[in-house]
Nanobody
Framework: VQLQASGGGLVQAGGSLRLSCAAS????????VGWYRQAPGKQREMVAV???????NYADSVKGRFTISRDNAKNTVYLQMNSLKPEDTAVYYC???????????????WGQGTQVTVSS
């Protein structure tokens, strides 16, 4: 199983970006998927999580600005980021809990990260 994160880039403060996390490989189902970020010199932190049923949870710092969604048919999760701030600058990673056997065995995977830079 591989997770491919994409969509990062350089944007001015107040702008928007949409990140994508596409899962591929031997997948029977995908449970929770999350976006995390790590800024230089800081610990990795949770940004947003979406469950298999569509329930979402956001970090307080992004509530009202970011929206996580998923397209189960495409095994893809999105993170729409609006009203971006310089403090959102970080490498963004996606992580997914993937069911990899017919009996329901789960394993967590991480994508490679995509850089988001917000200029002031």
């Amino acid at each position: 199983v591989q997770l491919q994160a994409s969509g990062g880039g350089l944007v001015q403060a107040g702008g928007s970006l949409r990140l994508s996390c596409a899962a591929s490989g031997s997948i029977f189902d995908i449970n929770a998927v999350g976006w995390y970020r790590q800024a230089p010199g800081k610990q990795r932190e949770m940004v947003a999580v979406i469950t298999s049923s569509g329930r979402t949870n956001y970090a307080d710092s992004v509530k009202g600005r970011f929206t996580i969604s998923r397209d189960n048919a495409k095994n893809t999760v999105y993170l729409q980021m609006n009203s971006l701030k310089p403090e959102d600058t970080a490498v963004y990673y996606c992580s997914a809990v993937v069911v990899i056997t017919p009996l329901g065995y789960e394993r967590s995977y991480w994508g490679q990260g995509t850089q988001v830079t917000v200029s002031s």
